[in-house]
């Protein structure tokens, strides 16, 4: 199984988790593009895409651009550039929309090439969902594209509904639920054994929701437009999913559903 790892959706987490239920001799990732599951030497014969409401992960990269991360690696790679992201999460994200406006956010990027040597906020799953390569940004991501690759996966996530996630994936693979999948016992739900891999290691103070102001939220939307069609319309298979399995188990798997973006 391929499991795609989207910068700030729950990739690590992802990867153990669905590791438990398959194997991880059995299991590939990357931080690439969705075509890199077409890898022949591997021999890969599902996916897993897991994407996540786009402002809550826009949020989360400008923390861990902010941040660092945390100690190790990613403090290393952005030496030279660290010191350059914006104090402020509205500063961040205004500078990305006035780059998307000039038509300066396109053409081939690397990391260092970024002004601030870390992710690039626009339409970011769209982008990873269609890339050929992940530092090539096309002037305008292709909808259609994402679309029909996330429709194509053989496993779509939620990570606003992780744990459900996981129990859809057990469901699918293993052709049973655990115990921990019935949302209406309290006790055996919460004795899921998941994981939550935090990049935020040294406890660096973070940006959260609840003090961003409306105004910059319209930014962060408009520049997830694609990421936000993206996002409805693979929550809208998801639940339908859920449901099914459900149906076919006789057991409440969700019992808050995520709401559309």
Same mark, same amino acid.
């Given at each position: 199984?391929? %499991?795609? @790892? #989207?910068?700030?959706?729950g990739?690590?987490? /992802? %990867?153990?988790?669905v /590791?438990?239920?398959?194997?991880?001799?059995?299991?590939?990732?990357?931080e690439l593009?969705?075509l890199?599951?077409f890898? =022949? *030497?591997?021999?890969i014969?599902?996916?897993?895409?897991?994407?996540?409401?786009?402002?809550?992960?826009? !949020?989360?990269?400008?923390?861990?651009?902010?941040?660092?991360?945390?100690?190790?690696g990613?403090?290393n +790679?952005?030496?030279?550039?660290?010191?350059?992201? =914006?104090?402020?999460f509205?500063?961040?994200?205004?500078?990305?929309? *006035? !780059?998307?406006i000039q038509?300066?956010?396109?053409?081939i990027?690397?990391?260092?090439?970024?002004?601030?040597?870390?992710?690039?906020?626009?339409?970011?799953?769209?982008?990873?969902?269609?890339?050929?390569?992940p $530092?090539i940004?096309?002037?305008?991501v /292709?909808?259609?594209?994402a679309?029909?690759?996330?429709? *194509?996966?053989?496993? %779509? &996530? #939620? !990570?606003?509904?992780?744990?459900?996630?996981?129990?859809?994936?057990?469901?699918?693979?293993q052709?049973?639920?655990?115990?921990?999948?019935?949302?209406? $016992?309290?006790?055996?739900? &919460?004795?899921a054994?998941?994981? @939550?891999? /935090? @990049?935020?290691?040294?406890?660096?103070? #973070?940006?959260?929701?609840?003090?961003?102001?409306?105004?910059? !939220?319209?930014?962060?939307?408009?520049?997830?437009?694609? $990421?936000?069609? +993206?996002?409805?319309?693979? +929550?809208?298979?998801? %639940?339908?999913?859920?449901?099914?399995?459900?149906?076919?188990?006789?057991t409440k #798997?969700?019992?808050?559903?995520?709401?559309?973006?």
């Amino acid at each position: 199984m391929y %499991v795609l @790892h #989207i910068a700030k959706v729950g990739g690590c987490s /992802s %990867v153990y988790d669905v /590791s438990m239920a398959v194997g991880r001799a059995n299991v590939f990732t990357s931080e690439l593009c969705y075509l890199d599951r077409f890898d =022949p *030497e591997k021999n890969i014969n599902s996916t897993m895409v897991m994407l996540r409401a786009p402002r809550g992960h826009v !949020l989360s990269q400008y923390n861990h651009c902010a941040t660092g991360g945390g100690e190790g690696g990613w403090k290393n +790679l952005m030496a030279g550039t660290f010191d350059l992201v =914006p104090k402020t999460f509205g500063e961040w994200v205004m500078n990305y929309r *006035e !780059l998307q406006i000039q038509n300066a956010s396109n053409g081939i990027i690397e990391i260092h090439d970024d002004p601030y040597g870390c992710y690039r906020p626009i339409d970011r799953q769209s982008h990873i969902l269609t890339c050929t390569q992940p $530092d090539i940004y096309p002037a305008e991501v /292709s909808i259609d594209a994402a679309l029909h690759n996330m429709y *194509e996966a053989e496993h %779509v &996530g #939620i !990570l606003e509904a992780y744990q459900e996630s996981m129990c859809l994936l057990h469901a699918r693979k293993q052709g049973a639920l655990p115990a921990w999948c019935n949302c209406n $016992d309290a006790m055996q739900w &919460g004795q899921a054994d998941l994981s @939550h891999v /935090s @990049h935020n290691d040294d406890g660096a103070a #973070i940006t959260l929701m609840e003090s961003i102001p409306e105004e910059t !939220l319209q930014v962060v939307d408009a520049l997830t437009a694609n $990421d936000r069609m +993206l996002y409805n319309a693979a +929550l809208q298979r998801f %639940v339908q999913e859920i449901h099914e399995v459900e149906k076919q188990y006789g057991t409440k #798997i969700m019992c808050a559903e995520p709401l559309p973006v």
